[in-house]
T-cell receptor
Framework: AQSVTQLDSQVPVFEEAPVELRCNYSSSVSVYLFWYVQYPNQGLQLLLKYLSGSTLVKGINGFEAEFNKSQTSFHLRKPSVHISDTAEYFCAVTNNNAGNMLTFGGGTRLMVKP | EADIYQTPRYLVIGTGKKITLECSQTMGHDKMYWYQQDPGMELHLIHYSYGVNSTEKGDLSSESTVSRIRTEHFPLTLESARPSHTSQYLC?????????????FGSGTRLTVV
């Protein structure tokens, strides 16, 4: 079985400040990890994914995430946020035994303040 | 640019009415999913399909039903809508091979039952 925990339900941050959204996963096998972003009244859009290889993954809109196997984490970071980054962010995990079925975390609401 | 389309985007309907939420994708994906998303953000899998004539119930019990007569089409039906069905419904699809692809999401249908 696999599971995902997003440790913060809301993260307020001022514009141009750095941000980290935390994600921890649980799985007994090798995993694939994803971050999705959801803007208001929209579906989810893929930000980035980790499949294998380099543990630092770069995505769209200046976001990056680092896979840490020993800590079973996949935290999302951005060095300087914009008002337009205000959205919901979802971490997700799957593995080859899961038939491509993603397990999503509960989401983190990023609120960027001017 | 979305390759998976959901209609309608918004729907307000009276209690007891029958409704069908449409979901179509042009990517030839075998796997399709329906999620219910509460105002608190968390995604709940309510139905999925691994191909034509294949449908399964998800983790969250739902009074809705689905069908998969064509690869590209995965409609969700509520025979008798109730206020408790008020929610956002998200459709997604993915390729069959392995777990390394993630999902493509539609823009969602926001349903309000009055």
């Amino acid at each position: 079985a696999q599971s995902v925990t997003q440790l913060d339900s809301q993260v307020p941050v001022f514009e141009e400040a750095p941000v980290e959204l935390r994600c921890n996963y649980s799985s007994s096998v090798s995993v694939y990890l994803f971050w999705y972003v959801q803007y208001p009244n929209q579906g989810l859009q893929l930000l980035l994914k980790y499949l294998s290889g380099s543990t630092l993954v770069k995505g769209i809109n200046g976001f990056e995430a680092e896979f840490n196997k020993s800590q079973t984490s996949f935290h999302l970071r951005k060095p300087s946020v914009h008002i337009s980054d205000t959205a919901e962010y979802f971490c997700a995990v799957t593995n080859n035994n899961a038939g491509n079925m993603l397990t999503f975390g509960g989401g983190t609401r990023l609120m960027v303040k001017p | 640019e979305a390759d998976i389309y959901q209609t309608p985007r918004y729907l307000v309907i009276g209690t007891g009415k029958k409704i069908t939420l449409e979901c179509s994708q042009t990517m030839g994906h075998d796997k399709m999913y329906w999620y219910q998303q509460d105002p608190g953000m968390e995604l709940h899998l309510i139905h999925y399909s691994y191909g034509v004539n294949s449908t399964e119930k998800g983790d969250l019990s739902s009074e809705s039903t689905v069908s998969r007569i064509r690869t590209e089409h995965f409609p969700l039906t509520l025979e008798s809508a109730r206020p408790s069905h008020t929610s956002q419904y998200l459709c997604a699809s993915s390729e069959s091979d392995g777990g390394a692809v993630g999902y493509t999401f539609g823009s969602g249908t926001r349903l309000t039952v009055v």
